[in-house]
């Protein structure tokens, strides 16, 4: 069989990112074309080594996996994505598939789990489990029961989730924490918030989130 899946790989975690490439590229149809340990190397090598599909860190030190996920369905549509990140955290999912995400894969899934899923991404078709898919029904549910703000048009779920975080007084660090993201991609989450709204300040956003009701209700 000719090898004709083309993998592309981004992982800050070196020793995750070069075993991956090690044993995806030992499989008969996968070719490993290259491999990153930040988003901004990644989207510069993408579009040099044209990969089939790219398996991608939520959590990467410059931007986090929804960010590349955004960028590379702008400027590499052709690209299928799958997103390695952590359970029960519905906003995440969503946000990953608002980018443009082919799949999402808990990082304590098995190989023969993400071998197939790299199969069934190439194919064109999506995945996620059958548990995240429970949530994400259960969260669309929630947000069809609810007012829609005309907010959220301009911003992404992880911004809302971001402005809930800074709401509760957390500060960046703690923020990247609470989400599994390094505290430079909270940074910019701050800026393209103020940037998309126009505002100044930290306050100024956590406002205007209470006004256009993207507040959680806090119990």
């Known amino acids: 069989m000719n090898k004709s899946i083309r993998i592309y790989i981004v992982d800050d975690n070196r020793l995750l990112r070069e075993g991956l490439v090690s044993m995806l590229d030992y499989i008969t149809d996968f ?24 398996i991608i860190d939520i959590g990467l030190p410059d931007k986090d996996g929804i960010e590349v996920t955004q960028a590379l369905y702008q400027s590499c549509p052709g690209v299928k994505v799958i997103i390695l990140g952590m359970p029960d955290l519905t906003e995440e999912i969503m946000a990953c598939i608002e980018a443009g995400a082919s799949g999402y894969m808990l990082k304590e899934a098995s190989f023969p789990r993400l071998v197939e899923t790299i ?56 923020v990247a924490t609470a989400c599994f993201i390094e505290v430079q991609t909270v940074k910019n989450h701050i800026h393209n918030i103020l940037d998309k709204l126009q505002l100044h300040n930290r306050l100024e956003a956590v406002q205007y989130a209470r006004e256009k009701n993207l507040l959680k209700t806090q119990h």
Do not use: W, Y
Request: charged letters at 20%; aromatic letters at 2%; hydrophobic letters at 35%.
């Open 31 to 54: 070719t490993v074309v290259g491999s990153a340990e930040t988003g901004t190397e990644a989207l510069k090598n993408i579009k040099d080594t044209h990969p089939d599909v790219a």
């Open 119 to 174: 199969r069934s991404a190439h194919r064109g078709e999506s995945f996620c489990s059958p548990q995240m898919a429970n949530s994400l029904f259960s969260r669309i549910a929630e947000l069809s029961e609810g007012q829609v703000s005309p907010a959220t048009n301009q911003l992404t779920v992880r911004e809302v989730e971001i402005i809930n975080k800074v709401a509760l007084g957390l500060s960046n660090k703690e």
